[in-house]
Nanobody
Framework: QVQLVESGGGSVQAGGSLRLSCVASGYPYSMAWFRQAPGSEREGVAAIGGDGNTRYADSVKARFIISKDNAKNTLYLQMNSLKPEDTAMYFC??????????????????WGQGTQVTVSS
């Protein structure tokens, strides 16, 4: 069983930065960030596999960085050059059986409660 607790969301102006954190209990293999805006489907943002490989959605490449501190069992998402279209609830996800870095939500069994990110223009 893995429990995930996110933090770091908030409100920021376009062009600003935020860093999200997700503390995991247990030792998942792969972890990822997903987001969901009102009226939209959940979408994968970034993932990091058990081997450290990363994958990003095209919409956030070159702006967001996913990383993991294994000693602290904490996942991060550094978000730079934020845009209003990045506004969404951001969720941390983890898997204890999948070790890749695909951005498919069906691969991740454990989910956090979400943290809101709002970017104003």
């Amino acid at each position: 069983q893995v429990q995930l607790v996110e933090s770091g969301g908030g409100s920021v102006q376009a062009g600003g930065s935020l860093r999200l954190s997700c503390v995991a209990s247990g030792y998942p293999y792969s972890m990822a960030w997903f987001r969901q805006a009102p009226g939209s489907e959940r979408e994968g943002v970034a993932a990091i596999g058990g081997d450290g490989n990363t994958r990003y959605a095209d919409s956030v490449k070159a702006r967001f960085i996913i990383s993991k501190d294994n000693a602290k069992n904490t996942l991060y998402l550094q978000m730079n050059s934020l845009k209003p279209e990045d506004t969404a609830m951001y969720f941390c996800a983890a898997s204890s059986f999948y070790s890749g870095s695909q951005l498919r939500d069906d691969l991740y069994k454990y989910w956090g409660q979400g943290t809101q990110v709002t970017v104003s223009s």
